[in-house]
């Protein structure tokens, strides 16, 4: 067995402060830089997802539903793109191994939607690893961290939320995708976090 930690989108634009903030976001990217610094013995690589916009359409919208559709957000060049500071123990460790972009000019809220700099798909630079298990965390359980994680058992490994290590958006959104997740064979651990 191989595992990989993946972060999805822990992003000043998703934290308090951001254009789509979530509560606890920030505190959620404190713990994760933590999480990253403990992680060696538990998991042979960690990578990061980051939204990363120059177009994706009707995905951004003046009267937005929150579903599909959200203000502006994590612009390429923008500050809000960039990775929360709380995050920075991580990213500066060096055991980030790498970071996929999603979302140019799309909605894309799966990971497994985005690519490396050079282009490799995170399913494909995964595999390329022999990777078989995944460990995801970050924001929001509700939505992106959701989406990678089915997108992940699609793909064909197993999965596994550390709830304590995400933040949702809100309550009832949050336990209908931790319903979504447990029918789709996604293990859950730890309680998730929603600040109301």
Known sequence: ????????????????????????GADRAAA???????????CDFVVATRDHHIDPGAHFSENPDFQESFPVHCVVGSEGGEFHPALAPAIDSGRVDEVF???????????????????????AWLKARDITDLDVVGIATDHCVKATALDGVRAGFAVRVLLDYTAGVAADTTRTALDELRRAGVALSGEPVVVA
């Open 1 to 24: 067995m191989r595992r990989a930690l993946i972060i999805v989108d822990v992003q000043k634009d998703f934290c308090e402060g951001g254009s789509v903030p979530v509560k606890g």
């Open 32 to 42: 994760i830089a933590d999480l990253v610094l403990r992680a060696e013995e538990e």
């Open 101 to 123: 972009f999603k979302g140019a000019h799309s909605a894309s809220k799966s990971g497994f939607e985005g690519s490396a700099q050079d282009g490799t798909t995170l399913s």
